[in-house]
């Protein structure tokens, strides 16, 4: 059976499994998962195919609207779909809520980087920093609340510094939780465009890395302050703070150019405004803690 028709009626749980949050997957206007605003995008779901509308990033199926969150290709798309259709259930209860308060509950529980992160951290060899925060937050599938967890706390801010969303890991044990989508992105409470999960304080000289654990790696190998931009279509708008100079890009390294194109758009947009910059790309395909995690398991061999 063709991926489509195996997916069709199955978008929404299919989307949350790959850590879309289930308030982006409503048939009424909201922010946009892919570049933010407020109520820009609608998810429609037109004959169960995962159809969706955004006023500035376009409209398409529910395969592209998974292409351009994860930045994979079609082949890559299809391909991790067929690994789990099969236990996707049709339809979804979807779950609304407001950003700003749920922006809010998780800010109250906010706490320093935890036992459980740091664990979570050592065992993927990553080392904690300033930008870490840990909380317990309740993980919803489908709607339903199906308990809480210790998680990993990533504030996603503006160029003003306001938190604007979280990007959160569930932990269980020190590892993570197995739940369907142990990685989400709260909806944010404003457009998405310029902001990024600052890991450190702001410095004149920063490194952007798309991934989490990517910029972390970067941080540990070249003693550079790295933030995440979460995503190439963040790595794309991304804006410094006031107080940044200089910006060193470590990009991705994509059979389809992604990463690539993300972070050549990001440096020429930066060099316009005057800004220093440069882009680093790994020899092999994947990204900078893909390489690091190489390096490392050579040298142990060795």
């Known amino acids: 059976m063709k991926t489509a028709e195996a997916a069709r009626g ?9 850590g ?11 922010p946009c998962p892919l570049c933010g605003g407020t109520n820009r995008f609608r998810f429609d779901n037109k004959d169960g195919n995962g159809s969706w509308i955004c006023n500035q990033c376009g409209a398409g ?24 259709v099969g236990n996707v259930q049709v339809s979804a209860a979807i779950r609304a809520s407001d950003p700003a308060r749920r922006i809010k509950l998780i800010t109250d529980r906010l706490q320093g980087c935890s036992e459980h992160v740091r664990q979570y951290l050592i ?9 870490i925060k840990s ?7 489908d709607g339903v609340l199906q308990g809480d967890y210790d998680c990993m706390v990533l504030p996603i801010q503006n160029r003003a510094g306001a938190v604007i969303s979280y990007h959160i890991t569930y932990l269980q044990n020190a590892q993570k939780a197995s739940v369907r989508s142990p990685k989400k992105m709260l909806p944010p409470s404003e457009s ?17 890395a798309e991934g989490i654990e990517t910029a972390l790696a970067v941080m540990e190998t070249y003693k550079i302050p790295c933030w995440a931009a979460s995503c190439a279509n963040m790595m794309e708008t991304f804006q410094p703070p006031e107080g940044v100079t200089s910006v060193l890009i ?22 316009i405004q ?7 790309i790994p020899n092999e395909v994947g990204d900078f803690a893909d390489t690091m995690k190489e390096a490392s398991s050579q040298e142990q061999a060795a």
């Open 10 to 18: 199955k978008w929404a749980g299919i989307l949350i499994n790959f």
């Open 20 to 30: 879309l949050d289930e308030s982006f997957l409503k048939d009424r206007h909201g």
């Open 61 to 84: 199926s529910g395969i592209k609207l998974l292409m351009d969150f994860k930045g994979w290709d079609f082949k890559t798309a299809a391909a991790e779909i067929d690994k789990i």
């Open 123 to 131: 065992g993927r060899n990553l080392k904690p920093c300033k930008g």
């Open 135 to 141: 909380a317990r937050v309740e993980y919803y599938d």
């Open 192 to 208: 998405m465009q310029g902001a990024a999960i600052r890991l450190t304080d702001i410095y004149p000289v920063i490194g952007l």
């Open 250 to 271: 470590y990009a991705d390294n994509d059979l389809n150019f992604t990463g690539q194109k993300a972070a050549y758009v990001l440096a020429n947009r930066l060099a």
């Open 274 to 280: 005057g800004l220093t910059t440069g882009v680093f």
